[in-house]
């Protein structure tokens, strides 16, 4: 059971560790998405970048340190359930894909941590 836990968050640290570098390097594509469709203004991407990066290093500690894994795959639950209704707030279904598939991930995450503590 640990060893699926593992995988599922070091998956999804990679995958926040990385959206949060295309939010601070401003990629034109994120930018597009989550500024243009969505209307997230580009002076919170730092402060979307921190989250990720705090949930992305709190989850991969929680490994070791059960509490804070539980609360930081938590707070990336809310973090994806959030981006997911940003994206539902505007009608952009196309681009649902992107916060869906690391709030999956950080569902069983989070549902694995509460299970072997």
């Known amino acids: 059971m640990f060893i699926v836990l593992a995988i599922a968050t070091v998956l999804l ?26 209307g997230v203004p580009d002076r919170y991407f730092p402060v979307l970048a ?13 490994l070791w340190l059960a509490p804070l ?3 930081a ?3 990336l639950v809310a973090y994806f359930l959030g981006a997911m ?4 707030r505007v009608g952009d279904t ?10 999956a991930l950080a569902i069983a995450g989070l549902v694995r941590r509460l299970a072997t503590s």
């Open 13 to 38: 640290a990679v995958m926040a560790a990385g959206s949060a570098a295309k939010q601070l390097q401003k990629d034109p594509q994120v930018v597009d998405v989550i500024g243009g469709t969505v």
């Open 94 to 103: 196309k681009g649902l894909a992107m916060p869906l598939v690391p709030l």
């Open 73 to 75: 795959a938590a707070g």
């Open 50 to 62: 921190a989250l990720e990066l705090a949930g992305a290093a709190g989850i991969l500690i929680g």
């Open 85 to 88: 209704l940003g994206h539902l």
């Open 69 to 71: 894994g539980i609360a």
